[in-house]
């Protein structure tokens, strides 16, 4: 599965389990509904519905309409193995407009921005908006995440409501829609957490830190080795280990040897066994280095077994 789809199950999953407890307010709830309804490509008096490659969307769609009239909307799979709902009642679709404040003759689809209480509606319309109208790239390919609308009026208005939240939403107009991005992975970060995909923010910054030492190290070592790859995988599983013994027992922990190795490991990702060998107070050789880092991933592993232990 993408990363996008992933993402939207973090969220189908966060929602559900929000509104179910009670943590999420009603006025909350009634918004991510009418983001649902709002962002599809089709709502109106003429044509309402929506299609989805999640399951999980679908089902949300499909139960939305059911609580708002009584009845059970049109659902089917397309060849391409998408789902869609139709809501093929005309005074079905009414209900569901008046719902939400509209007529059904309105020229222009915009937000009801009256719909929305707190800054609690506002992550649930940013959540509702992402679950119908959204992707985001894989980080490991890049940082990008994306809404795509149909109408014009509605993408500004979505991108007014993203700027008030403190972020700085992109405009482009693609094949006839239109498309609102962020480019840049703190406001990716920052916009999974607005909406509560909590891990899915935390997976992609985890990702960027992989990827930014992965890139700091392979521009130097390209030019010294081609195992490049190799040897920074090395120093970071490295890297690892010293983060993990701190974090337990802390470096002083360690004898003062290793330590002062471990903190040089740290600091310079990029350094190879030599160059770390000559930054020591004391030089040592490569293979003098390679067997005190040797029996620093010992002492990790011992840790780590102690913890598994436990459990
Ligand atoms: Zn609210």
Known sequence: MSFSHDVKSELVAYSAEA???????????????????????SFSAKEMGLKTEHKGIADRYVSAVR?????KPKREKTAGGKYRVIVEDPVDRQAILSEFGYSGNEVNRRLNTGILQDEGCRSALFRGAFLTAGTITDPEKDYHMEFVLSTKSLCMDLCDLLTEAGLSPKYVQRNGAHVIYFKDSESVEDLLTLMGATSSSLELMGTKMYKDMRNRVNRRLNFENANSTRTFDAAYRQIKAIEYIEQKRGLESLPPELRELAKLRVENADYSLKEL???LSEPISRSGVNHRLQKIMEVANDLKLIEKNKH
Request: with cysteine; glycine share 10%.
């Open 19 to 41: 509104r179910e407890s009670g943590q999420m307010k009603p006025c909350c709830m009634q918004t991510e509904t009418y983001a649902l309804f709002l962002f599809c490509r």
């Open 67 to 71: 609580e708002m009239t009584g009845h």
């Open 277 to 279: 060998g000559e930054n």
